[in-house]
């Protein structure tokens, strides 16, 4: 039977389209503002990102262009010439003529000079190693403090750097040491000394200090009111004091007239006081006495002062002497020094 209502078959089919959209949500009718405004606020977020970013990149450029530009003139404002090169310490060097030089690990050498008659190092701390072949008209030189060291033809020797006279080892050939306390004439030493000590030591050569006449004057008087003494460079006192020292195994005469020259020049530093002690062991019992009033007025509590104080006592007649070592006793209560 039919019921006599019909529904249009468009209009049906039109309402089932319509619901499935809006279960998808992708209905014309009903949209969604609230994703739109997301997706345009992470839009606009972006951008500022983006320009922020080009921002610090551009200063960043900046920067680095001015800091490329100051280093431009300040290297254009440094001076052409360096000065003279260092000598790359622990490694070798070829020179000219096949010489070749080895600065030790902790050399300071600077080339002052290489070309075809020669070279001149300039070493200020550390040793350098030499190497000379034979070549007519080249002269090699090492300059060390006030010292200069020349290769005599061919040679291979060592020179190290000291505060007062270098190390010179000469383990083929001859080299020869001018300056300081060896004068302009200087030693010759060869291979067969091996050291410039042991030639120092062995040498009849008068070493004297030199002058220093581009020094300023510093006059002082000897102990003996002798005529004043010209200005000495004070590493000329070190040098002395040495040259003592190699002299007095061998040479004793002469090594207490340079410990006598050292007390006589008036000067109260550690050489000095050194040469006062070795003046000690080497004069005779009459002389003693006058040294030691020397040392106590020049040094009140010098470092020697007990050694010297035992020879006050014992200069002593019998009753003075005891009261002296009683005292003596009492400032140093652990000295070898007695009666």
């Not at 310490?89 to 070829?94: E, H, I, K, L, N």
């Not at 060592?158 to 383990?171: G, K, L, N, Q, Y």
């Not at 291979?191 to 120092?200: D, N, Q």
Request: aromatic share 6%.
């Amino acid at each position: 039977m039919e019921s006599g209502i019909t529904e249009p078959e468009g209009e049906t089919n039109a309402g089932l389209a319509e619901a499935e959209l809006a279960a998808s949500g992708s209905s014309p009718r009903r949209g969604r503002p609230g994703l739109a405004w997301g997706v345009a606020a992470l839009a606009c977020a972006a951008v500022v990102l983006l320009s922020i970013s080009q921002v610090r990149m551009n200063d960043r450029l900046a920067a680095l262009d001015e800091r490329q530009r100051g280093k431009a003139k300040a290297e254009a404002a440094e001076p052409a010439d360096q000065g003279p090169p260092l000598l790359e310490p622990g490694s070798f060097a070829a020179l000219e003529h096949g010489t070749r030089v080895e600065p030790s690990k902790d050399a300071v050498a600077k080339l002052v000079r290489s070309d075809s008659k020669g070279a001149e190092i300039a070493l200020s701390a550390g040793s350098i190693s030499l190497h000379v072949k034979r070549v007519e008209g080249a002269q090699w030189i090492v300059h060390a403090g006030r010292y200069d060291v020349v290769a005599i033809a061919g040679a291979r020797y060592r020179v190290t750097h000291t505060d007062a006279v270098p190390e010179v080892e000469v383990f083929q050939g001859k080299v020869r040491v001018t300056g300081g306390l060896l004068g302009a004439e200087g030693v010759e030493v060869s291979s067969a000394a091996h050291t410039l000590a042991a030639k120092m030591a062995n040498t009849e050569q008068e070493l004297a200090p030199p002058d220093m006449p581009s020094a300023p004057t510093d006059t002082v008087v000897g102990a003996d009111g002798a005529d004043p003494q010209t200005y000495v460079d004070p590493l000329a006192y070190d040098e002395m004091f040495g040259r003592a020292l190699a002299l007095r195994a061998t040479k004793p005469d002469e090594a207490q007239v340079l410990f006598r020259r050292l007390v006589d020049l008036g000067r109260d530093d550690w050489v000095t006081e050194r040469a006062f002690e070795q003046l000690r062991t080497m004069v005779g019992p009459d002389e003693r006495e006058a040294l030691r009033l020397e040392y106590v007025e020049r040094f009140t509590d010098g470092m020697f002062a007990e050694p010297f104080g035992a020879i006050g006592c014992q200069a002593l007649d019998d009753d003075e002497a005891d009261s002296c070592w009683e005292a003596f006793a009492e400032r140093f209560p652990n000295s070898l020094y007695g009666p």
